[in-house]
């Protein structure tokens, strides 16, 4: 009996407590949404009833004439603003109280992910941003710009090839392996030729290890939020151990070819390795770059350059080819840019138009729903709401992307609302690289491969609509964002 009355009170006082929990931003005076039990707001994405990106959306427009939101990532209370001033606050101004992103996986379970640019906290991140900026200075741009110039010319040739009128095609394929070509040439320093070369390895081992999708992957995710030393105690990690042990000895064997032959290359291996070397002369310097470190930057990058871009251009490409009007604009200053001579790097910053369109794709399909940080010492909003350390706060570019007050007519494809002429972009509203000294660094690297390939690929094809595409687009319900049923379209000879 007395077994029975301690299990139904135990039971009445979690249930209170975690129902108090989810509270948290009522008690503060803050509207919040209406969370489930254990999971917080995460039921939806979970069970794959929704998007990540429609359903921070869906949050976002709970409460229009709020200037912050509350939600629940599991019991977690998280605040997401939706004011763009508070964005600044916090992100620049008051960046010192928010330097970090929340944890993501224990650092000693995945050893290779934890070391890189995204998960690194403190001095530590504030280290390695400095070491590892220097790579994309407008020189070392110029110098990386041939390559993706290269790996655009090889992709084109070798559609060029095909006699058919219209091919179809999966452009996420295609542009995956455009990226993978560019970010092996440009942070590895490997020559591979993916559309010719459908089974190399170097690709094959870049999507095992970027596919965070299905099931399995959720349950790791879920777990991840839940309890991160989970892995650590099943020994158990969030990369793919057959693709990262990959990686790391192509990295090894490419330093250790570079040490012996003295090879220099424009790239991120080598700026580290210099680093490295600096540290070997002044062994009391505080900068301590270990082959660990140099692993894991290049493969942060090579997760932003194989996924990320290659995703927003695969939406690019299906606002191309449901928008011809655009496409035919954009071909026209492609084809006149033509006539002046050899593409080089100034010439395709000076292609306005295209500039404008691949705005408006990062716009549409911003590579990430929103970003978050990590509050690291006490914080008061607007005078009254209390923030306490390692409380996350998210900015949530999706829905802000979306928003009819700050870009009208939104689901609209429309490259002149960043005609530079207009200047009708309210300030910090327009997000897709992050905001403050958190923001990505490789933005200058993203946009050069998106208009590069562009370049060449609408100087030879029109992008057309086929029976296997799917209008209008359906997200898909993982956590990644992509299309439910691929990227289908054609590739028309002009």
Same mark, same amino acid.
């Given at each position: 009996?007395?077994?029975?009355?301690?299990?139904?009170?135990?039971?009445?006082?979690? +249930?209170?407590?975690?129902?108090?929990?989810?509270?948290?931003?009522?008690?503060?005076?803050?509207?919040?949404?209406?969370?489930?039990?254990?999971?917080?707001?995460?039921?939806?994405?979970?069970?794959?009833?929704?998007?990540?990106?429609?359903?921070?959306?869906?949050?976002?427009?709970?409460?229009?004439?709020?200037?912050?939101?509350?939600?629940?990532?599991?019991?977690?209370?998280?605040?997401?603003?939706?004011?763009?001033?508070?964005?600044?606050?916090?992100?620049?101004?008051?960046?010192?109280?928010?330097?970090?992103?929340?944890?993501?996986?224990?650092?000693?379970? #995945?050893?290779?992910? $934890?070391?890189?640019?995204?998960?690194?906290? @403190?001095?530590? +991140?504030?280290?390695?941003?400095?070491?590892?900026?220097?790579?994309?200075?407008?020189?070392?741009?110029?110098?990386?710009?041939?390559?993706?110039?290269?790996?655009?010319?090889?992709?084109?040739?070798?559609?060029?090839?095909?006699?058919?009128?219209?091919?179809?095609?999966?452009?996420?394929?295609?542009?995956?392996?455009?990226?993978? #070509?560019?970010?092996?040439?440009?942070?590895?320093?490997?020559?591979?030729? $993916?559309?010719?070369?459908?089974?190399?390895?170097?690709?094959?081992?870049?999507?095992?290890?970027?596919?965070?999708?299905?099931?399995?992957?959720?349950?790791?995710?879920?777990?991840?939020?839940?309890?991160?030393?989970?892995?650590?105690?099943?020994?158990?990690?969030?990369?793919?151990?057959?693709?990262?042990?990959?990686?790391?000895?192509?990295?090894?064997?490419?330093?250790?070819?570079?040490?012996?032959?003295?090879?220099?290359?424009?790239?991120?291996?080598?700026?580290?390795?210099?680093?490295?070397?600096?540290?070997?002369?002044?062994?009391?310097?505080?900068?301590?770059?270990?082959?660990? #470190?140099?692993?894991?930057?290049?493969?942060?990058?090579?997760?932003?350059?194989?996924?990320?871009?290659?995703?927003?251009?695969?939406? @690019?490409?299906?606002?191309?080819?449901?928008?011809?009007?655009?496409?035919?604009?954009?071909?026209?200053?492609?084809?006149?840019?033509?006539?002046?001579?050899?593409?080089?790097?100034?010439?395709?910053?000076?292609?306005?138009?295209?500039?404008?369109?691949?705005?408006?794709?990062?716009?549409?399909?911003?590579?990430?729903?929103?970003?978050?940080?990590?509050?690291?010492?006490?914080?008061?909003?607007?005078?009254?709401?209390?923030?306490?350390?390692?409380?996350?706060?998210?900015?949530?570019?999706?829905?802000?992307?979306?928003?009819?007050?700050?870009?009208?007519?939104?689901?609209?494809?429309?490259?002149?609302?960043?005609?530079?002429?207009?200047?009708?972009?309210?300030?910090?509203?327009?997000?897709?690289?992050?905001?403050?000294?958190?923001?990505?660094?490789?933005?200058?690297?993203?946009?050069?491969?998106?208009?590069?390939?562009?370049?060449?690929?609408? $100087?030879?094809?029109?992008?057309?609509?086929?029976?296997?595409?799917?209008?209008?687009?359906?997200?898909?319900?993982?956590?990644?964002? @992509?299309?439910?049923?691929?990227? +289908?379209?054609?590739?028309?000879?002009?």
């Amino acid at each position: 009996m007395i077994f029975i009355f301690v299990t139904i009170a135990f039971f009445i006082t979690l +249930w209170w407590y975690l129902s108090w929990s989810l509270n948290h931003w009522t008690r503060m005076g803050v509207k919040q949404t209406r969370p489930w039990l254990i999971v917080g707001d995460s039921f939806p994405t979970l069970f794959g009833q929704i998007s990540v990106p429609e359903f921070i959306q869906s949050i976002y427009n709970l409460y229009p004439n709020e200037k912050y939101v509350g939600l629940y990532n599991f019991q977690s209370p998280v605040l997401m603003f939706r004011d763009p001033e508070l964005f600044k606050e916090i992100a620049i101004k008051d960046f010192d109280h928010f330097t970090d992103h929340a944890p993501f996986v224990d650092p000693e379970a #995945d050893p290779l992910w $934890s070391k890189n640019l995204l998960s690194l906290k @403190g001095e530590r +991140w504030k280290e390695i941003r400095n070491i590892v900026s220097p790579v994309f200075i407008s020189s070392k741009m110029k110098l990386m710009f041939d390559l993706i110039k290269e790996n655009s010319e090889d992709l084109v040739n070798y559609f060029q090839e095909n006699n058919e009128e219209i091919m179809e095609l999966d452009m996420n394929d295609l542009v995956n392996r455009f990226a993978n #070509d560019v970010i092996a040439s440009a942070a590895f320093g490997l020559k591979v030729n $993916s559309s010719r070369e459908k089974e190399n390895r170097f690709y094959l081992m870049g999507k095992q290890l970027t596919n965070f999708r299905g099931l399995l992957n959720s349950i790791k995710f879920v777990l991840l939020q839940v309890y991160p030393k989970f892995f650590k105690i099943v020994g158990s990690s969030l990369l793919d151990k057959e693709a990262g042990k990959f990686f790391s000895d192509i990295i090894g064997d490419t330093i250790k070819m570079r040490e012996e032959k003295n090879i220099v290359r424009p790239d991120v291996i080598h700026i580290l390795m210099e680093a490295q070397k600096k540290q070997a002369e002044a062994p009391t310097g505080k900068i301590n770059i270990s082959n660990l #470190d140099i692993a894991s930057q290049c493969l942060i990058f090579f997760f932003a350059g194989f996924d990320t871009i290659s995703t927003s251009l695969s939406f @690019g490409m299906y606002e191309l080819a449901t928008n011809p009007d655009v496409q035919n604009k954009l071909r026209e200053e492609i084809l006149e840019t033509i006539k002046t001579g050899p593409l080089t790097y100034d010439t395709l910053l000076q292609m306005r138009y295209l500039d404008m369109v691949v705005s408006e794709m990062l716009r549409k399909w911003p590579q990430f729903p929103f970003l978050d940080r990590v509050c690291t010492k006490p914080y008061v909003v607007d005078k009254k709401i209390q923030i306490k350390p390692n409380s996350e706060v998210w900015i949530p570019i999706y829905a802000l992307h979306r928003d009819p007050q700050y870009f009208p007519d939104p689901d609209k494809f429309n490259p002149e609302r960043f005609d530079p002429k207009k200047n009708t972009i309210t300030p910090y509203t327009y997000l897709p690289f992050g905001l403050g000294p958190r923001s990505c660094i490789g933005n200058r690297f993203a946009i050069m491969e998106m208009k590069s390939f562009l370049f060449h690929l609408l $100087s030879k094809y029109e992008i057309v609509p086929t029976e296997k595409t799917s209008i209008p687009l359906v997200l898909s319900k993982n956590i990644q964002l @992509g299309a439910e049923n691929g990227f +289908w379209m054609g590739l028309k000879r002009i």
